[in-house]
């Protein structure tokens, strides 16, 4: 067993710890910060899923790093892009370096007595254990289970003769041409899954209990193709960023404001997609635009295949699992030879390390949110969850400065430990997210709360964290701050001076 400490320990070297150490290095270069990845390769989500077609829902000109462009030309990228976007933005900032692989995080334990965290690592090839102290522990673990996807258990299961896949496991040697192939769900994997493994030569049918919204956006984007011509590629990557952001938040307003007009607008443009004599109910969610998240597809792909026939779309229940597919409860039989279970992911908060304060366990349900970024009654902690209506990479950017403003701010001051304490009574019963979809519903017990008023709120609105977190005061009588190092002692000198 071997020890080693630093100032800040990361833990996950996907898109959000590969920026958190990004930050460090440009913001607090005086600080030592190691990364904690229980996987071989950066990457995170864009290394794990290897299903086909797996891309963005988000563009990436807003899922990108603020301090490092998107040069290529697609606006919603595909995996293998995006952790290639990662890793050399790790290689560019000298990250790599500082990336332990192959560890998993098991305990996290802060002392008040040594004002430093103690997290034991588990090497899975080896079975060696290994400890690791920091002053602030930074999580950014992403939101969900990587063991496990969320799978319900569908009746008559055993008695299915094909095969049966959650996108989260894919079989990288999996074969579909001339296969019939049932993906169960309506959500971003599903969408994705229809068009590419139709292409790869299946006849797809996609099951969905209820619909969902799809909205169609351009595969590239021509004006910042023709930018390039004339401004420096950083100018060209704010300029489409800062017009991104703003799209995202008006159309997010106005689904709020005026639902029944953006209901309309998005399925007149699907109609105009699909055709007259397509079967629209497929495609009208009982539910307002963005109380679930809405789901992107490029140049309208899942719409074209629909289209031409190459796949279908079928809103029913299931029955039970039979020899040959699904029957469903209309009577309706779907022959498959392989079945998707495109049905979600299991939420899991702080990648299911189990953390204590002084020996005390700390629950995430338990806990309330401080500004977006850090957990009431947790010293010396921050976490990433970005948004849920807009891309995931704007909230961790703003964490990741927020961060490192309050680090630069304890260093300067000499304080040990920064606590968030509701002095107030602000917890309320709501989850920090207050969505409807279901893969937050069912993780509403394991979720942080949501405060009754700032700053335990958690705004899913890029302009209003903005200022707060880039600018805001960081001692606002509700972050504790305590154990400040003692002054250095003047010399004979200095003191005879008045130093």
């Known amino acids: 067993m071997s020890n080693n400490h630093f100032d800040v320990l990361i833990i996950g070297a996907g898109l959000s710890g590969i920026g958190a150490a990004c930050h460090l290095t440009r913001k607090c270069p005086n600080h030592t910060y190691a990364i904690i990845e229980r996987r071989e390769r950066i990457g995170g989500t864009w290394d794990l899923f290897k299903y086909p077609g797996i891309r963005s829902d988000s563009d990436m000109f807003t899922l990108g790093y603020s301090f490092r462009p998107w040069t290529e030309s697609k606006v919603l990228a595909d995996g293998a892009s995006i952790r290639n976007y990662v890793e050399d933005t790790a290689k560019e900032y000298g990250v790599t370096r500082h990336i332990r692989f192959g560890r998993k995080v ?21 079975g060696e254990t290994e400890t690791f102290t920091a002053n602030f522990l930074f999580s950014c673990t992403g939101y969900y289970n990587y063991d496990q996807g969320f799978r319900p258990d569908f009746p008559g299961e055993d008695s299915f003769k094909g095969q049966i896949i959650h996108p989260q496991h894919w079989p990288e040697d999996l074969q579909c041409q001339g296969k019939k192939v049932v993906v169960i769900g309506s959500g971003a994997t599903a969408v994705t ?41 950083m100018a060209v990557y704010r300029l489409a960023r800062a017009r991104n952001i703003g799209l995202q938040r008006m159309i997010f307003k106005l689904a709020k404001q005026r639902p029944k007009l953006v ?96 020996g005390k366990p700390v629950n995430p349900q338990d806990t309330m949110v401080y500004k977006g970024a850090m957990l009431k009654d947790v010293p010396n902690m921050a976490l990433i969850f970005g948004y849920t209506n807009s891309s995931w990479t ?52 394991e979720l942080p709360r949501q405060g009754s008023r700032q700053p335990w709120q958690v705004v899913q609105n890029y302009f209003y964290d903005l200022p707060r977190l880039k600018a805001g005061a960081i001692e606002d009588g509700v972050l504790e701050f305590s154990d400040r190092k003692p002054a250095r002692k003047k010399g004979l000198v200095a003191s005879l001076l008045g130093a």
């Open 193 to 233: 899954l229809v068009p590419a493994m139709a292409k790869l030569g299946a006849k797809v049918t996609m099951l969905q209990r209820s619909p969902t919204y799809v909205a169609t956006v351009p595969e590239l984007d021509p004006i910042s193709a023709g930018l390039r011509r004339f401004l420096p590629e």
């Open 263 to 358: 209901r309309r607008a998005l399925l007149a443009a699907a109609r105009r997609q699909l055709g007259d004599d397509f079967d629209m109910t497929h495609f009208r969610p009982s539910y307002n635009p963005w109380d679930e998240r809405l789901c992107a597809v490029p140049n309208g792909d899942l719409f074209k295949s629909l289209r031409k026939g190459e796949s279908e779309v079928v809103t029913d229940h299931i029955d039970t699992f039979t020899e040959k597919g699904i029957l469903l409860k209309s009577g309706k039989e779907l022959e498959a030879d392989i079945i998707v279970t495109a049905t979600g992911l299991n939420i899991q908060m702080l990648g299911g390390v189990q953390g204590t304060v002084d």
């Open 106 to 126: 098991v305990t996290a334990n802060w002392s008040s007595a040594d004002k430093r965290w103690t997290v034991e690592t588990t090497h899975e090839d080896s």
């Open 394 to 445: 704007l909230k961790a950017d703003l964490v990741c400065e927020y961060v490192c403003r309050l680090l630069n701010h304890m260093d300067k001051t000499g304080i040990q430990v920064a606590t968030p304490r509701d002095n107030e009574g602000c917890e309320t019963d709501n989850n920090f997210l207050e969505m409807q979809s279901g893969y937050i519903q069912r993780a509403t017990n």
